[in-house]
């Protein structure tokens, strides 16, 4: 009891990380027919052909997608009964507001995932607009499915993404930085990197 149907807007990197790692019956609609070949054959995700298809079936509908076409995308929404659905959406750096403006005051999950996500690490804050408590729970799960979530309030919502959003950038520049000290003391490339990810990855886990 309780349970959600959930239907993927979009299978890029990110929709698809998620739909790998719920690893169980989820939809998606994914224009790209090579992707949806490669989903579902490695997941167990089902394409289906239209979006009304996608609205029809599910409770919470994530849109993964990018943001220049959301708009685009929030334009063909509001044509649909979007009554108890609930819209996750994990385009960052876009208001509630802005959602509100287009479909009106729908139960919405603001997400912004970095990319570790797509390995199943990420960082994600979260705010939710209008939801009870059993449908926040269908939410937390399909989002803990990759990695460490954090409820905040919208303002703070930004300060996770300053940290988790750009921090890997500069991890990739340490790990950078002393894998080219291990190969000025004469180790391959491919072992200095290991070395140094190694180094990083139980670091981090201390």
């Given amino acids: 009891e309780g349970k959600m149907n959930i239907g993927f807007l979009g299978a890029g990197n990110m929709g698809g990380a998620y739909i790998k790692a ?3 019956e989820v939809l998606f609609y ?3 027919k090579e992707r949806v070949e490669e989903l579902e054959a490695s997941t167990k995700g089902k394409s289906v052909d239209t979006l009304k298809e996608l609205i029809d079936k599910s409770d919470i509908i994530v849109l993964g997608i990018k943001p220049q076409i959301l708009d685009i995308v929030l334009e063909e929404l509001k044509n649909y009964d ?23 005051n729908i139960k919405l999950v603001r997400t912004m995932p970095n990319t570790p996500a797509q390995v199943g690490e990420g960082v994600t804050g ?6 009870n408590q059993i449908e926040k729970i269908n939410v937390m799960e399909i989002l803990e499915s990759c990695g460490l979530v954090l409820e905040k309030k919208k303002k703070k919502l930004d300060i996770i993404t300053a940290i988790s959003g750009s921090g890997p950038a500069y991890v990739f520049l340490l790990i950078n930085a002393l894998a080219d000290g291990g190969v000025r003391l004469g180790l391959s490339k491919t072992e200095a990197i290991k070395v140094a990810s190694q180094t990083f990855l139980g670091a981090a886990k201390m």
């Fill in 82 to 104: 979007l009554t108890g659905k609930i819209i996750v959406t994990m385009v960052v750096g876009v208001k509630i507001a802005h959602y509100i403006k287009y479909l009106g």
């Fill in 30 to 32: 994914e224009p790209n």
């Fill in 22 to 24: 719920l690893n169980k």
């Fill in 126 to 131: 979260v705010s939710f607009n209008d939801l």
